[in-house]
């Protein structure tokens, strides 16, 4: 199962396929002591770009996995696909609509078991990409905490996804959601640019997702690995 599998992840770099990269940035995140590579982007995520850095991450013993955001976008190869369910979307496509299309579509080349696993996304940025992208609804602490406990409890997904990429989120939201669900992990995702915002989100979250800082400070990136890891 895909949520056994992820259960020691306390820190994961997530990189967007359609962002430059070069091979010595990429060899020293990937070597940081992190746990695993998210690969996903809420645009421009193409096959080809996909491949592409997978076949660059191939190069290192990491655990990968692809967040499925787009059909044309999904390569074989990669440990885990995580699908998310924008809980909080205003569009019903993005919580159901676009997966039974999908599904139409391929549902018999899923796997039976093992590397597919939805995740229960809270958009809790209303600027950030995704927020547009799945139309997202504003959400405060209640709404976190109430579709926190929907994606836990009733749906029983094995991933609960605070989003507030681009932005560092507000923690006490998050600590509330995690004391109220009972055996999905919590992921938390947003604005963690270096040691101190690492350290504070790891001790809410089960596992922390670094992203944006990847492509503007290599130094701070890793120094999210260190405040976590160590
Ligand atoms: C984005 O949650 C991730 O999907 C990480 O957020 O890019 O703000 O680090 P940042």
């Known amino acids: 199962m895909v949520d056994r599998w992820m259960e020691e992840w306390k820190h994961v770099f997530k990189l967007d396929p359609d962002k430059e990269l070069d091979d010595e940035a990429l060899d020293a ?40 955001t787009t059909l044309e976008g999904v390569v074989p190869g990669f440990d885990a696909y995580l699908v998310p369910i924008a809980l909080n979307s205003a569009d019903a496509d993005f919580v159901v609509g676009r997966h039974a299309e999908a599904l139409k579509r391929y549902g018999h080349l899923l796997p039976r078991e093992g590397v597919v696993a939805a995740e229960g996304y809270v958009i809790a940025n209303p600027d950030c990409e995704a927020a547009r992208v799945a139309k ?23 991933i609960v996804y605070i989003e507030y990429s681009g932005a560092f989120g507000d923690l006490a939201a998050v600590a509330k959601a995690k004391a109220a669900m009972t055996n999905a992990r919590l992921f938390y995702g947003g604005g963690i640019d270096g040691a101190e915002k690492a350290a504070a989100a790891a001790q809410v979250a089960d596992t922390i997702v670094v992203g944006n800082i990847v492509y503007q400070s290599l130094p701070l990136a890793l120094e999210t690995v260190r405040a976590v890891k160590s």
């Open 29 to 68: 995140l990937c070597l940081s002591g992190t746990d695993a590579v998210l690969v996903g982007g809420s645009s421009g995520v193409t096959y080809d770009n996909t491949v592409d850095l997978l076949a660059r991450l191939r190069r290192y013993e990491l655990p990968c996995a692809l967040e499925v």
């Open 136 to 158: 997202a609804k504003p959400v405060d602490e209640a709404d976190i905490v109430a579709y926190a406990r929907f994606a836990d409890r009733l749906l029983r997904l094995p």
